[in-house]
């Protein structure tokens, strides 16, 4: 029995779904392995591949004589820092109506700090997506990504930009992001970012720099995120290795 990596992350959000709120909300462990492949309709291996991925996000611990333990502290965490979520789930989870106010896109070409993030020359091309997304209306997130215009193929429209930016990277980039590095600090809003957002100049944002690199560890696309205050509780989980 195979398993197409679409079907196992969906099979993977099934589980989690049922963690938090449906079969398995009420209780402190998963069903036996054989018992949870069963009703999945999966192997056992591919299952396992399943727990693995869970397990190292702290959702799940598996104990040799005890079984599959729930960590319901880690599953009612509202935002992980640590894991990648699309802006709309992350305003969705943080209990908002999500939406996109609106993406707009314009060529331009690297600065220094995007030369340096994507190591690319400066004045090299790029493509430029600036997206605000709100919560219950309110501007929550403004996010501009930057990714380099000669790695962009076929025919692709505004339409195919307004789609998370990660759609568009392995739709026409043939890009698969593997791993980030992100900064994160405390500012305060400029004319600018007020403006954005509908706040007064000096409000409190937290910015994160991402740089987004592929699995041979080059750096693929890069990305300035602001958050609004008063909409997430951002939290990371370490393990003690």
Do not use: W
Not at 110 to 129: C, K, M, N, Y
């Amino acid at each position: 029995m195979s398993t197409h990596p679409s079907q196992s992350k969906s099979i993977r959000a099934q589980l989690l779904r049922d963690m938090k709120s449906g079969e398995y909300a009420d209780c402190e462990r998963l069903p036996r392995e054989s018992v949870l492949a069963e009703k999945l309709g999966i192997s056992r291996t591919q299952l396992r591949d399943i727990l693995a991925s869970l397990e190292r996000e702290g959702f799940i611990t598996r104990r040799h004589g005890v079984g599959t333990i729930i960590n319901r502290h880690v599953l009612n965490a509202q935002t992980r820092m640590d894991i990648e979520v699309e802006f709309l789930d992350m305003i969705r989870q943080s209990g908002f109506q999500p939406a996109v106010a609106y993406v707009h896109v314009s060529d331009d070409t690297a600065d220094e700090t995007v030369s340096r993030q994507l190591q690319i020359p400066q004045g090299t091309p790029v493509i430029r997506v600036a997206r605000l997304c709100t919560a219950d209306g309110r501007p929550a997130i403004y996010c501009e990504d930057v990714v380099e215009k000669s790695l962009a193929k076929g025919s692709y429209t505004i339409k195919d930009l307004k789609l998370p930016i990660f759609h568009f990277l392995q739709q026409f980039c043939g890009i698969y992001p593997y791993m980030d590095l992100t900064d994160l600090k405390p500012i305060v809003a400029d004319e600018a970012l007020s403006e954005i957002f509908q706040i007064q100049p000096g409000t409190p944002l937290l910015q994160m720099d991402e740089v987004d690199f592929d699995i041979d560890g080059k750096p693929v696309f890069c990305s300035r995120e602001y958050f609004a205050d008063g909409f997430f509780r951002h939290t990371v989980m370490r393990k003690k290795l």
